[in-house]
Structures are given as C-alpha cells and as structure tokens.
C-alpha cells in the first residue's frame, strides 16, 4: 500500500512552518499514543506514521529532499540513498530523543522516563511532594522542631512493594525483554518508545497484590519532624530526601520539598537579619528627651535613650539584636525608628498651654522655618 502524504498525516500545508509542524505533531501523538489508545489496536500504527512524518519534516534538509522526491529520498534505491538527493545517514537517528523532550509530562515519566527505559527493567522513581509551612517570626529567630502530618504514597507492607501477591514475584516482559523499551525500524528511521506491556519497568506482574492493586504502593498519612533552623528567611525550602512518594513497584522514593512562610508580626519588620521596630513617642517626649523601653525578638527589654528634639523618623541602632544569619554566629542589628505622636482631645488648659506655647515660639522649628523660608523666595521669583 502506497505511504499516505506527511503533510497529510500531520494535517498542515507544504508551506506550514516550524511552529505548525510541532503543534500539529504534538496534538497528534498524544491522541494516538499508544499508552493513551490501549484498547485501539490502530493507534500503535497511526502513531508511527505521525512520528516518521514530523522527523523528515522538521528538518530543514530532509524536507527539502522530501518536497524534491517524495517518499523515494528515503528508499534505498531512491535519490536519498544514493547521495544526490542532499542529505545523508544523519536522518537515520533514533527519535528517542525527541519523543522524551515532548511527551516526558504527558506520560508521567517526567525526566526520568530515558532512564527507566533504558536501565534494564529499573522501576520508576516516586514523585517529588511540597508542603507549606507558616511559622512566626520567633520561631525563624530560635529555630524548631515540627512535626508535620503529609497524605503520601508508601511502600506496600504486605508485598514489600513489588506489586506481586505474597509468594509469587514479577517476571521479565516478553514484548521487550525486560529492557523497558521497544524499537521499530522504517527504513533509515528507528522509532524507540516506551513497551506498551510493562510500561517501561522491564517486568509484568501475573497475580498482583490484593492490598495495592499491583502498584506496590499504598495511600497513607505519615508524621514526619521536620528541624527548622534558626536565622531560616521567608520563602526557604527545606529538602527531606526520600520523604516523597514511594516508587511504583520498589522504584525509589521522591524528596519532599517544605516550602517556609513566615507569619507577620505586631511589632517587628524583617530586612535580611535585620530588624525594624517603630515606637511612637509623644511630642513632649520628642522635644524634652528621656528614656523608653522596647521589646526585643527574644522576649527581653532594651533601654533607648532619646536625646532632647528628636525628630520623627529618627532611628536608632541596637548592635546585634536582630536575627541571627543562617548557619552563622553572626546576628543583624534591629533599628528603632520613632514617630511622634500629635497630641488629640485635649482639654482647655491644654489648648491653652499650647497657644501660649506658640506665642513664645523662637527658633524651635528650624525646619519648619527654613522650608518656608526657601518656599517664599521660589514663589518670589515665579512673580518676578
């Protein structure tokens, strides 16, 4: 029977580009792979000729020998063998390669999909898991121990994770031998994709286990504990190696990724290892001086003394009171920075000591003073 069209197969004009050939390919051999097409016996085939059209077109020599001779550039009597048709042996490269830069999300192989393949029946590994944890700023500054409660898969206790039923074992696949990958050659091209029987795991399993269907893993929730250092930042990821899911079938287990968020506090702002604090402090506090108390991160007190006419937005530095950096001795520092406070409701007399206050105002506010008087010369000038 006479080979169908590439273009034709892969629904797309002669004229169609890079991007239209990959889309149209893609769409195509995901409908008709054959791991999503068991029960069609056809699809295996129509997979074949979609992965034999997309190779010779997405190459910009073989296409051209394509459009040239048609199926004979690739014949062995045709141009394409004989040399003067433009290309040579490097189109008969596996398409392996391809096959996992495309499908590796689609057939849950992810980046491990080549090495299970190829690793002579080697089981695939579980997947990696993530879990996000709120602490609060005092527990990032002393460090902690948490237990953690993660819904996971694990190894089957009662067939020890093979999938087999207790007292019979896996046998090595017939279709590929147990290497996990079967091959199909056309002509110059060899098409390797994952042994529909075992999927890829070198073994099938005759009588499987009545506990875990055959997969050799379980649903299960798992108390881990998990140890927080201190100085830990917003956003760190904490890795537990092999904490993940179990392996289909004895693979090895994923990692389990704990992602940290760290909760806001009342009174302080993180910077690095650093600290901010903003105390109000009233006006008369600001203008006379004095003495105040703050918290700090470890629950104790620390004495600031604020000198005569502090101006708001003044800050002041405590050495070594911020958090301590991670996986050092060292500590940031934490910066106090004051505000003050407007008086409100007040009473007659206040009212009234304030007015006399400012009746007796010489020279208190220089900034005041200086803005106004740098904004009467700018508006001077504008009218000049």
Known sequence: MAKRCYYEILGVSRTADDKELKSAFRRLAKKHHPDANRDDKTAEQKFKEV?????????????????????????????GAGGHGGFGPEFSSSMSDMFEDLFGDFMG?????????????????GSDLRYNMDISLEDAFTGKTANIKVPT?????????SGAKPGSSPSTCSTCGGSGAVRTSSGFFTVERTCPTCQGRGQTISDPCADCNGQGRVQKQRTLS???PAGVEDGTRIRLAGEGEAGVRGGPAGDLYIFLSLKQHEFFQRDGADLFCRVPISMTAAALGGDMEVPTI????ARVAIPEGTQA????????????????Q???????QVTVETPVNLSRKQRELLQEFEKQDRDNSPQSDGFFSKAKAFWEGFSS
């Open 51 to 79: 992965s034999e059209a997309y190779d010779v077109l997405k190459n910009e020599q073989s296409r051209a020998a394509y459009d040239r001779f048609g199926h004979a550039a690739f014949e062995g009597g045709g141009p």
């Open 109 to 125: 192989h992810g980046g491990h999909s080549r090495q299970r393949q190829r690793g002579g029946g080697g089981a695939a590994r």
């Open 153 to 161: 898969s694990v190894a089957c206790d009662v067939c020890s994770g």
């Open 226 to 228: 998990v140890n927080i």
């Open 298 to 301: 470890d629950g104790a007190k």
């Open 313 to 328: 937005g003044k800050q002041f530095r405590l050495k070594s009171k911020g958090m301590p950096i991670l996986r050092s």
């Open 330 to 336: 060292q500590k940031g520092d934490m910066y106090i």
